[in-house]
């Protein structure tokens, strides 16, 4: 039996699962969360599925030291790669950001042609592809990696020139198929998503699966009635963030992220988990 | 005492000490070369002093397997970060590529001002600037970080607009003080120098210390009777590669690099050694 009152786990390669802390926090706010960001092998993008999914197993052990009741895959990448692997080694129920984000596409489509940006490991996954196939064989799924944009995103460049030029390169092909549904299948590209949206024009929606997945995980915490029955009084504990490399980037960037004073994040040895 | 036909291992982050490993090939033709590319934690630029030393200490204990005669640190950010400590753990000649850039780039300048380009960890280490000092206090060294370099030379934009309109926020600062001598300090450096070059102009001197560590390792090894002396017959195992994540890319990647055909390169655990 789990605790309603224990923290949910939420982990990413680095920064970008952060976006999906701060849709937690806002559609959830009495929950306690655990995020952990492996910051010292980030990134996960252009990385193999077993080096993903060896990584993902050391940080579900790390959280199953941190007594989570759930736990979210808050990488795109790793949902991708090692989610439907781990998910059987654990009862702690856990989800990830594709499943929902997929759901939401295949729902907004009017023309049955959906895009889907990532970074490589994702793209190259297909799963977005697998997801929304099963909501609706009916649909076209076409993805396009885009390396760059996590660094870019990582340099702050959220609206620049630089940034204009290479998503041109990236979402023409995009353009030029007509698509009318677009999943940011990155959980940096939210920071990103006003130059994307530029660029797409206003006749493409834009799918955040970041949002989706906080409210996927509302209703599946309701469904197990696993949410926060004594909400009062969860002080300083109530956010708690560890990382593998102390970077003094990683605080900088999460408090450009979520507007929560994020003050330490603990660092730990993730190899040892 | 060293076997004097054992292999030379070279080690990076991932694919960028390859250029160092090209260096190698073209200036002692005649030796073995085992190389270690982290690409399951690549890249090391922005990660901390502590993560980088544990990694280059794991590689270590993996190259000491492979009974190499001398290691050479192909990353300048571990060259920064951990080579001072590593060294004191093995009897192998260690060699990093900082010193021997720091000491051509002293030689190089006329007008004693000098810049360093590379990443976060290289730069905020000031290492060039401390040997550089060194060899010639009068002179004065002013390093940049550039941290979109690394991913834009591994997407192949080595000649681009994008990379040129990086390149030029990067650099402006430096061609204001009028520097006359860069060092390129990160081995994926020598793949945009073509860029770089073009907009600091003709009146400055790039410092490539592949070039440099190639030369100070044949001194090295000839000053210690290591160079080997049955150069025939090596066969298919003179150059080995190894890799931390079965990434395609590598592969790809390397033999763009290097023009000899990397037909395999084995994966194995870093994280156990």
Known sequence: MMNKNAPIGVFDSGVGGLTVVKEIMSQIPDERIVYFGDTARVPYGNKS???????????????????????????????????DEIEKETDIPMIG??????????????NGRIGV???????????????????????????????????????????????DEIAKRYLTELIDIDIDTLV??????????????????????LVNPAYETA??????????????????????NKYRFFVSDASEKFKVFANSIIKYGILSAKTINIEEY
Chains 1, 2 share one sequence.
Request: aromatic share 6%; glycine share 6%.
């Open 49 to 83: 599925k077993e080096t993903i999914t060896k990584f993902s197993r050391q940080i579900l052990h790390f959280l199953q030291t941190q007594e989570v009741k759930a736990i979210v895959v808050a990488c795109n990448t790793a949902s991708a790669y090692a989610l």
């Open 184 to 205: 940011l299948g990155c959980t940096h590209y939210p920071l990103i998503r006003d130059t994307v949206a530029k660029i797409m024009g206003n006749k493409v929606s």
């Open 215 to 236: 409210r996927e995980l509302k209703e599946l915490l309701a469904e197990k009635d696993l949410l926060n029955d004594t909400p009062a009084n969860l002080g300083d």
């Open 117 to 163: 940006i990532g970074t490589e490991g994702t793209v190259n996954s297909k799963i977005y592809s697998k997801y929304i196939k099963e909501l609706n064989p009916e649909v076209s799924v076409v993805g396009k990696a885009c390396p760059l944009f996590v660094p870019l995103a990582e340099e702050g460049l959220w609206q620049d020139p630089v940034t």
């Open 97 to 110: 950001v594709v499943k929902p984000g997929a759901k939401v596409a295949s729902e907004t489509t009017k």
